[in-house]
């Protein structure tokens, strides 16, 4: 009996070199800005060129609108690098919503407890500290209960998230004194726990902590021998027992970094930018932060460009939505 083969084949191409990677990804970009337009035009009647502009003024036009798009970015990267360790391990929802949530309580509770107690240099540090191992116990939960049962670790970081923003609502409750349900910005007076500006610069250290992370990641994975566990029981838990691999340690050790680098995200978003805190402080962040990692294909560095984009269109859409009187989603 003869055997047909298919008329067309498809197959990925991983070993493309790197120029090509690059045109494609710049081609499928034009491509998407070429279509985007023709739906802005057909739809909305407006020049889309006018609208481009409109996108770039929303994150570009002033030194601050500058400045406030490279922390977002910083802020979104940290948190798409704190995935990065166990989507490689194929651990495949880490629930950094919460971690984030968990580790800016841990901060805002440094401040408010500490504020008038302690120089502001030693709260930033103990902040640092806690929101890190606040993070870090958040994720050692489900992966405790994964290593040792098996249990399904998207569920059980899902329900940490509840457990995480009904923390913060207690919290905010409790530390509330007008009954406003909000805390409001902490320590506006004294600055006690906030992250001071450098060389003039408010955010720079945001920038500084989220940099030393993502480099820290990328080595950790790349070079270390517990990166390359990390890779061969992503790969098959079955492979990594047979070469003497600690499987449940793995999965328990590398999600307890993920958890404390989005800790470290919480602490960075209340401590160096919003200074205050409420279920609001993630902002969905950990959910964004998944298509950065995957369109990275789980490269930090690269993370940074796909952190950039996803941000700049994020404050473009908002400045397209206050010039046209568009829907900020279009």
């Not at 009996?1 to 090509?20: A, G």
């Not at 007076?189 to 480099?215: D, E, K, M, R």
């Not at 994975?221 to 990166?227: D, E, N």
Request: glycine letters at 8%.
């Amino acid at each position: 009996m003869e055997n047909k083969q298919p008329f067309i084949r498809i197959r990925k191409k991983d070993d493309r070199p790197l120029w090509q990677q690059i045109l494609i990804k710049v081609i499928a970009i034009i491509i998407a800005l070429i279509i985007s337009a023709l739906f802005i035009n057909l739809i909305t009647k407006l020049n889309p060129i006018k609208v481009y502009e409109s996108m770039f003024r929303g994150a570009f036009s002033t030194t601050r609108r500058i400045w406030i798009t490279i922390r977002d970015t910083a802020l979104l990267l940290s948190i798409a690098v704190a995935l990065t360790p166990a989507f490689k391990l194929k651990f495949w929802n880490t629930g950094a919503e919460g971690q984030i949530l968990v580790g800016g309580l841990a901060t805002a509770a440094m401040m408010i407890y500490f504020g008038d107690k302690l120089p502001s240099a030693v709260i930033l540090i103990c902040s640092m500290v806690l929101s890190a191992l606040a993070g870090a116990l958040w994720g050692f939960l489900p992966a405790l209960f994964k290593a040792k049962y098996n249990t399904n670790e998207t569920l059980f970081t899902l329900m940490m998230n509840y457990v995480g923003i009904q923390l913060v609502e207690f919290f905010v409750d409790v530390w509330d004194k007008k009954q406003s349900h909000s805390v409001g910005v902490i320590n506006p007076n004294t600055q006690a726990g906030w992250f001071p500006s450098v060389f003039g610069q408010q955010y720079i250290l945001n920038i500084i902590i989220v940099a030393a992370v993502t480099i820290f990641v990328f080595v950790y994975l790349r070079y270390s021998k517990h990166g390359y566990e990390v890779a061969v029981t992503g790969e098959s838990e079955n492979t990594a027992r047979y070469t003497g691999i600690n499987v449940p340690g793995v999965i328990i050790r590398t999600m307890l970094i993920s958890g404390a680098i989005c800790g470290l995200a919480g602490f960075t978003e209340v401590a160096g930018i919003s200074h205050t805190i409420s279920t609001k402080t993630s902002g969905g962040r950990g959910f964004t932060a998944i298509i950065v990692t995957w369109l990275a294909k789980l490269n930090p560095i690269i993370m940074v460009i796909y952190s950039f984009l996803i941000v700049f269109l994020d404050k473009g859409a908002i400045q397209i939505a206050s010039d046209f009187n568009l829907n900020e989603y279009a």
